[in-house]
C-alpha cells in the first residue's frame, strides 16, 4: 500500500508502506516555508540519529523514477534551520533515496522536499511526524508534465 497522504490544517501526514499501482494517487503539494533556501550542497548525509528513506513513483502506474532530485531541509535538534541540514541527493535506479540526519525538533517534526525530474512537474512538499523516531520511510508519487 502507498503512504497515505492525509491533508490536516494544510499539513502532509505520511504514513509508512508500499505503494502499488491501484493507490497511486500523486502527493499533495506544501509550500517550501519562510526558511527556504536554495539547496546547494550535494551530500547523502547530514547526521546521524534518524534515517530518512524512500521512494520516488511517477502515476498513475507507481514507477520508479530513477535519477530525481530529492533536495531536503529541515531544523535540527536545537528546533533552529541550520544550512548544514540543507542538502540533496539523487534517486537509484529503483527511485530510492536514504539519508541520515538529525531530528527537527519542532511542533510538529517535519522536513521540506523539493522532487525534480526529467519529465514531472516539481512537487514541493513536507513530511510531518507525530513523535519521535530513529528511521522515516515514505514514498513521494510525481505527476507527469
Sequence with gaps: MIKNSFLISSIIYLSTGLAN????????????????????????????????RGRIL??????????????????????????HLRAYLYTDEQGVFEFKTEWPNLTPPHIHFIINADGFSVLETQ???????????????????
Design 127 to 145: 513530511w510531518v511526524g507525530h513523535q519521535r523516531v530513529n528511521t522515516i520511510t515514505f514514498d513521494m508519487v510525481l505527476e507527469r508534465q
Design 21 to 52: 499501482a491501484n493507490e497511486c494517487i500523486p502527493t499533495a503539494h506544501r509550500t517550501t516555508g519562510t526558511h527556504y533556501e536554495p539547496v546547494t550542497i550535494q551530500k547523502k548525509d547530514i547526521g546521524n540519529s534518524v534515517v530518512v
Design 58 to 83: 511517477a502515476m498513475p502506474e507507481c514507477r520508479p523514477v530513477k535519477n530525481a532530485k530529492v533536495a531536503h531541509w529541515q531544523a535540527g535538534e536545537n528546533g533552529i534551520y541550520r544550512d
